[in-house]
């Protein structure tokens, strides 16, 4: 864990290591310029960066990740987006934060002038992408509109920045964001969830933390299912009440034993699995409702007659919206779980590539794999 180091503005150095895209699959670590915050801004010393199972989409296919209105491919971009660091520079008239502050980072900075933005949707914008000249509304998503965190400096809107918790190690607090985004899946489904039911289906870091953050808000019971039976016994210490081994047992069999044949308040999708969708919809109870976290590759024929004659509401979510991030980061602040369970592995940066076999090949049990920026 690295402590409050004061950080002198003239040790910025001029230039820094940052992986870049070439072509699909395609990394190389290059020297990069140090950017400049401008107003509303703060220069980051990267301090932790965790890989996420998008990264390994945007890093081979390109998509979702948009550079001046195209592919990312061979345009100098740098991916990566769960990180976490300490300021080092502030921008003209920036007082929310000061130099030495150790913050995680929110993904999206919205451009604040379109209607959804107007909402506290940003990480719905409408301007998704439009950062670059000629089509410059403001918006920035670090790792897929702007240059993101497999680097050691990364420029951010104050917006987007939530101090880490006293004493949290810079692994885990790579986490928060993770946990805000199972927040913001919550906040569709209901928001304050006491003594409702919920399933949490795909015990990947995002399932695992929405088992945990449920848990955190009363939800009773949780129950995650998983074919991985290590990801479930992570799910029991983060709060599960009942885990599932959907590659030995029927989920809806024992969901139904569990609610008397009536089914759930909520389901939260986290596997992506292809017939996901039509699993779930058949967990909650007539008027239930479902929050769709992740989704298979192809498009899925659906039950459509199942969700109209029961009534079932289905909600889609991006990324870590309406500042979910924050009210994740007070639960961790209170301990209320701990995240630290699904860190797995560290590597330095010129290991990216490593960890990225990891993350895609679930080597080793590969859960989240933490990539310290300042370790070359
Ligand atoms: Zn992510
Ligand atoms: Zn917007």
Request: with cysteine; charged share 20%.
């Amino acid at each position: 864990m690295s402590a409050n180091p004061k950080i002198d503005p003239v040790a910025i150095p001029a230039t820094m290591k940052a992986w870049v895209l070439g072509d699909p699959g395609e990394l190389s670590l290059v020297d990069k310029p140090v950017p400049r915050p401008g107003a509303a801004e703060v220069l980051i010393r990267i301090d932790a960066v965790a890989i996420c199972a998008t990264d390994l989409e945007v890093i081979a296919g390109g998509t979702p990740a948009l550079i001046e209105g195209d592919l990312p491919f061979n345009k100098n971009f740098t991916p990566g987006h769960e990180f976490m660091g300490t300021i080092v520079e502030l921008g003209p008239n920036v007082d929310e934060y000061a130099v030495g502050d150790r913050v995680a980072v929110e993904i999206h900075a919205g451009c604040g002038r379109c209607e959804r933005c107007r909402e506290g949707m940003y990480t719905s914008c409408l301007n998704y992408g439009n950062n670059y000249p000629g089509h410059d509304k403001g918006h920035r998503a670090n790792g897929y509109t702007t240059d993101g965190a497999f680097a050691q400096y990364a420029v951010n809107h104050v917006n987007t920045l939530v101090h880490v918790p006293e004493g949290m190690s810079d692994e885990t607090a790579t986490l928060i964001v993770t946990a805000g985004t199972a927040m913001y899946g919550l906040d569709v489904l209901g928001g304050l969830i006491a003594g409702q039911s919920i399933i949490v289906t795909g015990g990947g870091p995002i399932g695992l933390l929405a088992v945990a953050v449920a848990k955190a808000l009363g939800a009773s019971p949780v129950i995650l299912s998983d074919l991985v039976e290590t990801r479930l016994e992570l799910g029991r210490k983060l709060g599960a009440d009942h885990v599932i081994n959907a590659a030995e047992e029927s989920v809806h069999d024992i969901v139904m034993g569990l609610t008397d044949g009536v089914g759930l308040n909520y389901a939260f999708e986290c596997s992506g699995a292809p017939n996901a969708i039509n699993d779930v919809i058949k967990l909650v109870k007539r008027g239930g409702r479902v929050c769709l976290g992740a989704f298979a590759h192809d498009p899925v024929p659906i039950d459509v007659r199942h969700i109209v004659s029961n009534n079932i509401y289905l909600y889609g979510i991006r990324g870590e919206g309406k500042s979910a991030v924050r009210r994740a980061a007070a639960l961790m602040a209170q301990s209320r779980f701990d995240a630290s369970l699904i860190h797995t592995h560290t590597f330095p940066l010129s290991e990216l590539p490593e960890g990225l076999r990891y993350a895609r090949e679930k080597l080793d049990g590969a859960i989240k794999i933490v990539i310290k920026t300042q370790e070359i």
